[in-house]
């Protein structure tokens, strides 16, 4: 067995060392054509050919490097063979290791901190994966057994024997605030302090974030992801000046958010606090979200999230304090919440208002739009006008 197996802990996938045994050279599920379509020899580096079309992705590119890294090493270290020799059973096995990865001094990073990829305290995993996590392991590595079969890099898809049968959808989503629940999150972000020039950006970025995610029912990638360049007006059919913000979003897919006039109020008192113009310059490139201080750079997706987490916080805390039986039920469920149930939500809110369900679909761009539909300015105007009636902040 090879060194590697010796190790006291797995490392990162770029510090791998494999002998010719594990590296994947002569891999028994290797393709046995004559015409490969990538250069690659070894598994890491048809790694690195299917992980090289997501490089401008940096949140893709990340997620799928530690699903494809984490199969790897489990390969070299667990069983002693290469990623290019894993059969179906092999498969099945690593699932329920996903579920709770042992040794655990072996693959889980000490509690406390995230590791840095560089320091030998880092782990493939931080725990064991929830139900949801391992589905979406499962679903990424079945893309990238896919992607070299194609290739030719491998003969066959270890994977293709496991395709379950399709969950049915949950009847109603659960994961959203009701709207006391959404009133106690906008009364603790409207009481936070803003004595201090520091307190008072903290404020208003909240504020503005909360906002957006709120009335657009953006993702947080979109939100780190696009720029208030992406901002622009038109006058509609009725003679009316209207805001619209673009931005590109899942899938690399480009969709328009009626900006309301909420919203649009919301942006200039954050751009007047960073000491911007109230409204965008076309082609501006200033984030739609900025750090506090003078720069004016793009904050990171753990950030952003870190800021949502700690206002829902603040906002247990206030429930908590009234004393109310039901009180501990209620904190314990917005500490559970994240970032994307403010997405959840938005469209609840805008169904529960009797908004066109197309309208929902687009503002969430849960379909893509087609190509003709830049042409439609009078649907997008109706659009506009049932969100601006029907779905309020109400600050």
């Given at each position: 067995?090879?060194k590697l197996t010796r190790?006291?802990a797995p490392v990162p996938?770029?510090s791998?060392?494999?002998s010719?045994?594990?590296?994947?050279r002569?891999?028994?599920?290797r393709?046995t054509?004559?015409h490969?379509?990538?250069?690659?020899?070894?598994?890491?580096d048809a790694?690195?050919?299917?992980?090289?079309?997501?490089?401008?992705k940096?949140?893709?590119?990340?997620s799928?490097?530690?699903e494809?890294?984490r199969l790897l090493?489990?390969?070299?270290?667990?069983?002693?063979?290469?990623?290019?020799?894993l059969?179906h059973e092999d498969?099945?096995?690593?699932q329920?290791f996903?579920?709770?990865?042992q040794?655990a001094?072996?693959?889980?990073?000490?509690?406390g901190?995230?590791w840095?990829r560089s320091?030998?305290?880092w782990?493939?995993?931080?725990g064991p994966l929830a139900?949801?996590?391992q589905r979406?392991a499962?679903i990424?590595?079945?893309?990238?057994?896919?992607w070299?079969?194609?290739?030719?890099?491998?003969?066959?898809?270890?994977?293709?024997?496991?395709r379950?049968?399709?969950?049915k959808a949950q009847?109603?989503?659960?994961?959203?605030?009701?709207?006391?629940?959404?009133?106690?999150?906008?009364?603790?972000?409207?009481s936070?302090?803003r004595e201090?020039?520091?307190?008072?950006q903290?404020?208003?970025?909240?504020?503005w974030?909360?906002s957006?995610l709120?009335?657009?029912?953006m993702?947080?990638?979109?939100?780190i992801?696009?720029?208030?360049?992406?901002?622009?007006g038109r006058?509609?059919?009725?003679?009316e000046?209207?805001?619209w913000?673009?931005?590109?979003?899942k899938g690399?897919?480009t969709?328009?958010?009626?900006?309301?006039?909420?919203?649009?109020i919301?942006?200039?008192?954050f751009?007047?606090?960073?000491?911007?113009?109230?409204?965008p310059?076309?082609?501006e490139s200033?984030?739609?979200?900025l750090?506090?201080?003078?720069?004016?750079?793009?904050?990171?997706r753990s950030?952003v999230?870190?800021?949502?987490?700690?206002?829902f916080?603040s906002?247990?805390r206030?429930?908590?304090d009234?004393g109310?039986?039901e009180?501990t039920?209620r904190?314990?469920?917005?500490?559970?919440?994240?970032?994307h149930?403010l997405r959840h939500?938005a469209?609840?809110?805008m169904?529960?208002?009797?908004m066109?369900?197309?309208?929902?679909r687009?503002?969430?761009?849960?379909?893509?739009?087609?190509?003709?539909?830049?042409?439609?300015?009078s649907?997008?105007?109706?659009?506009?006008?049932?969100?601006e009636?029907?779905?309020r902040l109400?600050?």
């Amino acid at each position: 067995m090879s060194k590697l197996t010796r190790l006291m802990a797995p490392v990162p996938i770029e510090s791998l060392d494999l002998s010719e045994d594990l590296d994947g050279r002569n891999g028994s599920n290797r393709g046995t054509g004559t015409h490969p379509q990538i250069a690659a020899q070894h598994d890491v580096d048809a790694l690195r050919a299917w992980l090289a079309r997501f490089a401008d992705k940096k949140t893709t590119f990340d997620s799928y490097r530690k699903e494809a890294e984490r199969l790897l090493l489990w390969s070299v270290v667990e069983l002693g063979k290469p990623l290019s020799s894993l059969i179906h059973e092999d498969l099945l096995v690593y699932q329920r290791f996903l579920a709770d990865p042992q040794p655990a001094e072996h693959w889980v990073m000490k509690t406390g901190r995230k590791w840095a990829r560089s320091e030998p305290e880092w782990r493939p995993f931080a725990g064991p994966l929830a139900p949801t996590s391992q589905r979406q392991a499962i679903i990424i590595l079945n893309s990238l057994f896919g992607w070299l079969v194609h290739a030719g890099y491998l003969a066959g898809n270890p994977l293709s024997l496991s395709r379950q049968r399709q969950r049915k959808a949950q009847p109603r989503i659960t994961r959203y605030l009701d709207q006391d629940l959404w009133q106690a999150v906008k009364t603790s972000i409207d009481s936070m302090p803003r004595e201090t020039d520091r307190e008072r950006q903290h404020y208003f970025r909240v504020r503005w974030l909360f906002s957006l995610l709120y009335l657009t029912g953006m993702r947080i990638s979109e939100v780190i992801g696009n720029t208030m360049g992406g901002f622009f007006g038109r006058t509609d059919t009725d003679g009316e000046h209207r805001w619209w913000l673009e931005i590109v979003g899942k899938g690399d897919k480009t969709r328009i958010l009626p900006a309301t006039a909420e919203l649009m109020i919301e942006l200039a008192r954050f751009r007047r606090e960073n000491g911007l113009t109230p409204y965008p310059l076309a082609g501006e490139s200033t984030p739609l979200l900025l750090p506090i201080g003078s720069k004016q750079r793009a904050m990171t997706r753990s950030a952003v999230h870190l800021i949502v987490k700690q206002v829902f916080e603040s906002a247990a805390r206030r429930i908590e304090d009234d004393g109310r039986i039901e009180s501990t039920e209620r904190a314990q469920r917005l500490r559970a919440a994240s970032a994307h149930w403010l997405r959840h939500t938005a469209g609840s809110n805008m169904l529960s208002a009797a908004m066109d369900l197309r309208h929902v679909r687009d503002n969430l761009g849960h379909e893509s739009i087609s190509t003709t539909s830049k042409y439609l300015h009078s649907e997008d105007d109706r659009r506009h006008k049932d969100t601006e009636e029907k779905h309020r902040l109400a600050w």
